[in-house]
């Protein structure tokens, strides 16, 4: 069972910038992608950025492109989210997800992925 902890969440001011992190718990040589979620109170997880570990593609939400970057390691099995020129709007709790084996068909789409985190409460005020 591969276990995936989120860390770097926290409060900053519209305009800042926050990175945050996901590491999994061990190396799972079927994973084929990781990519991060947000989710409100009363609505639907979405996805924000995802990427490929194999070959690095990556594929962002419109609302977050060119100011959000999805990175990994894969050598430290970790994925980052350097989220800049932060809006009140992200204010979410972020969540990070492992596709493996016959998943990733969609980098955005929940079905996805089989492994989840348990998420990182990011707050972004006006």
């Known amino acids: 069972q591969v276990q995936l902890v989120e860390s770097g969440g926290g409060s900053v001011q519209a305009g800042g910038s926050l990175r945050l992190s996901c590491a999994a718990s061990k190396y799972t040589i079927n994973t084929r992608c990781m990519g991060w979620f947000r989710q409100t109170p009363g609505k639907e997880r979405e996805g924000v950025a995802g990427?490929?570990?194999?070959?690095?593609?990556?594929a962002y939400a419109d609302s977050v492109k060119g100011r959000f970057t999805i990175s990994r390691d894969n050598a430290k099995n970790t994925v980052y989210l350097q989220m800049n020129s932060l809006k009140p709007e992200a204010t979410a709790m972020y969540y990070c997800a492992l596709g493996s084996g016959g998943y990733c068909v969609f980098l955005l789409g929940r079905n996805g992925y089989n492994y989840w985190g348990q998420g990182t409460q990011v707050t972004v005020s006006s």
């Open positions: 990427i490929y570990t194999g070959n690095g593609v990556t």
